[in-house]
């Protein structure tokens, strides 16, 4: 079984309209990012969360929000949805081990398109 | 924060060495080169990370000189299944922040 899933793997939506992303982890591990990632740009951070009380502004959160339910579980939300948010969004978890940063942890991806 | 650089695309064949450069000119202290793998509709997968000298796992092994303003991934004898995208990533393990900073990568493809 895949350590972070991410749900739904594919998703098409109008503009204007709200939806979820949803990202599950078993890892046990605090930290859980959310990234979106456009052709020839690599991968930029959306939003971070570093335990269930702690919500970080990444580089390109507007038009973005999140919920840290639980620690395996993150959610992206895009309140109104618009054709440039069409992109292919990853979760990532990671842990600190010894006060180093460890490795993250992708998900497979959820591919949105807005039409 | 430090900018990696590394080529766009590289082109191999099966069974050859592909060594891919990465340049990090303002390398911090607390730094460390870490390398990612994506294939096409997966997420980046950790491949190796180092500090410094030479580090080797069973995928890759990583080279870094003295100075650390680059470093080397060398894939040894490469499959058609290597072909993906390879991203150069310096990490600053000391901070509490622990974000990761992607560009855009190389894209190896590897030909019969």
């Known amino acids: 079984d895949a350590d972070v899933t991410q749900t739904p793997r594919n998703r098409i939506t109008k503009t204007g309209k709200r939806i979820m992303l949803e990202c599950s982890q078993t890892?046990?591990?605090?930290?859980m990012y959310w990234y979106r990632q456009d052709p020839g740009l690599g991968l930029r951070l959306i939003y971070y969360s570093f335990d269930v009380k702690d919500i970080n502004k990444g580089e390109i959160s507007d038009g973005y929000s999140v919920s840290r339910q639980a620690q395996a579980k993150f959610s992206l939300s895009l309140e109104s949805a618009i054709p440039n948010q069409t992109a292919l969004y990853f979760c990532?978890?990671?842990?600190?081990?010894?006060?180093?940063?460890?490795?993250?942890?992708f998900g497979p991806g959820t591919r949105l398109l807005v039409l | 924060l430090a900018k990696t650089t590394q080529p766009i695309s590289m082109d191999s064949y099966e069974g050859q060495e592909v060594n891919i450069t990465c340049s990090h000119n303002n390398i911090a202290t607390n730094d460390y080169i870490t390398w990612y793998q994506q294939f096409p509709s997966q997420g980046p997968r950790f491949i190796i990370q180092?500090?410094?000298t030479k580090v080797t796992n069973e995928v890759a092994s990583l080279f870094i000189p003295a100075d650390r303003k680059s470093s080397t991934l060398s894939l040894p004898r490469v499959s058609l299944s290597d072909t993906a995208v390879y991203y150069c990533?310096?990490?600053?393990?000391?901070?509490?922040?622990?974000?990761?900073?992607f560009g855009r990568g190389t894209q190896l493809t590897v030909w019969p």
């Open positions: 890892k046990g591990h605090d930290r």
């Open positions: 990532a978890t990671s842990d600190v081990a010894g006060g180093r940063q460890e490795t993250q942890y």
């Open positions: 180092g500090y410094k």
């Open positions: 990533l310096v990490v600053d393990r000391g901070s509490t922040l622990g974000r990761l900073y």
